[in-house]
């Protein structure tokens, strides 16, 4: 659960810079209440009456060093210095000290935090992107930091200095008659409490109101990856009646419920500050008539008051501010705390700490039980060895399992009991990525990045060579379209690879598998979406692997594995049978059950 803590943690790497620029910043404010001080010293002067004893020792001291006579014109000369220095002398040193640092504080935290994010999001498991949409998880990481970077230099730069100007007014206000600064002092702490409490109850609205936002910015998200369903079914108005009706209710509650409750805050404090400068105006004058202070100190009291409840608006605006940002950073350190897959302590491993493997492509699924629910086993008791460079086909109805027991094998999950093995070795006892990288998988739908043909194709190997790259295209036979495009292999494939078919996009996929080399290579249904012409194109480019390496076979048409090495028949978590294509058909299971329906399923069409 994230906590305040975590959000003052989120500078943590420069504090020392921060303390440093947040002091200077306070500083500055406590300076600039020489002006009002000499403002008022400068009155008694002018208007022939003594000047405070902290002037008179000013002017003294003065005196003492420079050998000149504490006349009125020292002490005049004295003040205007005092006001030009920190004012004129001031000006251009303080944005260096204050204004540099704390945006450059911001903006360093957020590089280092960004990073972390896509640390994150690649050290999560699997399961948490089939819970999460991903417009959801962008919303919250993109409103996360931009909120950490705008609020730092408002809380450190402003609201912090701020509050130590008023503490410094205090001060002056209790030196020159401490009844005033005493009613001063507690008018001030009742305003800002009761405002800040008002705000905390206006945060939970905030609260709410971010999670709604999140859901929104969700759907716009699915509608913008679904467009073509959108759109193939003429749900166009549908999507625009439930999204307005979503931004409706955004505004219902940020109008009527958040912004109206700042309103009357608003209002509050300013009846309240007015009143309480009109109080301080009062007994200050009082205290004037009465010959308990000067004119110069009642001009200063009234001056620095002024300043103080003057700050006490863009205080309540940075509180105001700060607690809008406040649950969406909290949700952002929320994400932070996620807990993380298998794999994380790889993703921030050093690249030379990887071991790098070799193997023969031995596999053995021993005894192997999973599921995704503990109660409800997806696999069980699943016991098979596969032989280095045997080619093996799982089929079966969907849900029996093929899929998960390639996850496992990639170890996305562990099992709950059994274990895997390649080599003999147990793959728990492996670093996970130097294992991984001796796998490959053709996923049924290839995942494309937005860039040329060749930089995909390097995605697993960058350092692979263009002899390489096309030897694998060939083998593929992706360089059959690839010859076809305008640029070739500098060609570019667009977002998702959207200038691909379907076809093009699996045969590019096989090509990027080839050029990790592995040990295994994993075919993940990898023509069931596809039309024949493209599944024949595919089948070929498979048919030239087999008995290269280890290979498995995903398939749901079971023309695809004919020519496997084993066959095995999966059906509700359990191994069913196993065996060639025409041992299978002989034996009259389920595979010959499922052969029988595809083959008349064929003949119909």
Not at 99 to 119: Q, T
Not at 287 to 312: C, D, K, P
Not at 454 to 479: H, K, S
Not at 516 to 539: C, G, H, K
């Amino acid at each position: 659960m994230a906590k305040f803590a975590d959000i003052v943690g989120y500078y943590k790497n420069y504090r020392a810079i921060a303390v440093f620029s947040i002091v200077a910043s306070s500083v500055f404010e406590l300076i600039d209440l020489v002006v009002p001080y000499s403002m008022g010293q400068l009155l008694n002067v002018l208007s022939n009456q003594p000047v405070d004893q902290l002037a008179q020792g000013l002017v003294g001291g003065l005196a003492l060093v420079s050998g000149l006579a504490p006349t009125r014109s020292l002490t005049i000369g004295l003040l205007l210095g005092l006001i030009c220095a920190v004012t004129v002398v001031r000006a251009p040193i303080e944005p260096w000290l204050g204004v540099w640092f704390h945006w450059g504080i911001a903006l360093k935290s957020r590089r280092d935090h960004a990073e972390s994010v896509v640390r994150k999001l690649l050290s999560l498991p699997l399961g948490f992107y089939d819970e999460h949409n991903p417009g959801r998880i962008a919303g919250r990481v993109a409103r996360g930091l931009s909120n950490h970077t705008w609020t730092y230099p408002d809380i450190a730069g402003q609201l912090i200095p701020k509050l130590v100007r008023v503490f410094g007014i205090f001060c002056v206000i209790w030196v020159i008659q401490w009844q005033i600064a005493t009613i001063f002092l507690l008018s001030f702490v009742v305003i800002l409490s009761v405002s800040l409490r008002n705000l905390v109850r206006i945060n939970r609205k905030e609260q709410a109101l971010d999670r709604y936002m999140e859901t929104t910015e969700s759907r716009t998200s699915e509608i913008i990856t679904n467009i073509k369903t959108v759109k193939a079914f003429a749900a166009e108005n549908q999507e625009l009646s439930r999204q307005r009706r979503r931004f409706q209710r955004e505004l219902t509650m940020v109008d009527q419920g958040i912004h109206r409750s700042y309103v009357v805050l608003i209002a509050w404090q300013e009846l309240m500050i007015q009143s309480c400068v009109f109080g301080v105006l009062v007994l200050t004058l009082i205290s004037t008539l009465r010959g308990n202070i000067s004119l110069g100190h009642f001009i200063t009291t009234l001056t620095v008051s002024s300043m103080a409840y003057a700050e006490l608006e863009p205080i309540s605006n940075l509180a105001e501010i700060f607690t809008r940002r406040y649950a969406s950073m909290l949700r952002f350190h929320e994400f932070l705390q996620l807990p993380t897959s298998i794999e994380a302590q790889s993703v921030a491993a050093d690249p030379e700490a990887i071991a790098h493997y070799q193997f023969s492509g031995k596999v053995h699924f021993d005894h192997l039980t999973f599921g995704y629910d503990r109660d409800r086993p997806v696999l069980q008791d699943i016991n098979l060895l596969i032989e280095p460079r045997q080619t093996v086909a799982l089929v079966g109805r969907s849900g029996s399992g093929k899929s998960t027991l390639v996850k496992l094998l990639f170890r996305y999950f562990d099992p709950q009991s059994g274990r895997i093995l390649i080599d003999g070795e147990e793959i728990r006892k492996l670093d996970i990525t130097g294992y991984r990288r001796r796998l490959a998988i053709v996923h049924q739908e290839v995942d494309v990045f937005n860039g040329t043909l060749m930089d995909n194709l390097l995605y697993g190997n960058p350092t692979a060579t263009r002899d390489q790259v096309e030897a694998a295209c060939r083998i593929a036979r992706a360089d059959e379209f690839i010859r076809q495009m305008p640029d070739g292999y500098a060609t570019i494939v667009g977002e998702r690879g959207v200038r691909l078919s379907g076809g093009q996009r699996q045969r590019l996929g096989i090509a990027r598998a080839l050029l990790v080399e592995p040990d295994v290579l994993v075919f993940d249904e990898a023509t069931s979406s596809l039309d024949y012409e493209s599944e024949r194109a595919i089948q070929r480019a498979m048919g030239s692997i087999l008995g290269t390496r280890t290979t498995i076979i995903i398939a749901h048409r079971l023309s695809t594995v004919r020519d496997a090495d084993l066959i095995v028949v999966l059906d509700q978590g359990r191994i069913l049978e196993m065996g060639s294509h025409e041992a299978l058909l002989r034996q009259g299971g389920l595979y010959h059950r499922l052969h029988t329906l595809q083959e008349t399923g064929d003949l119909l069409a």
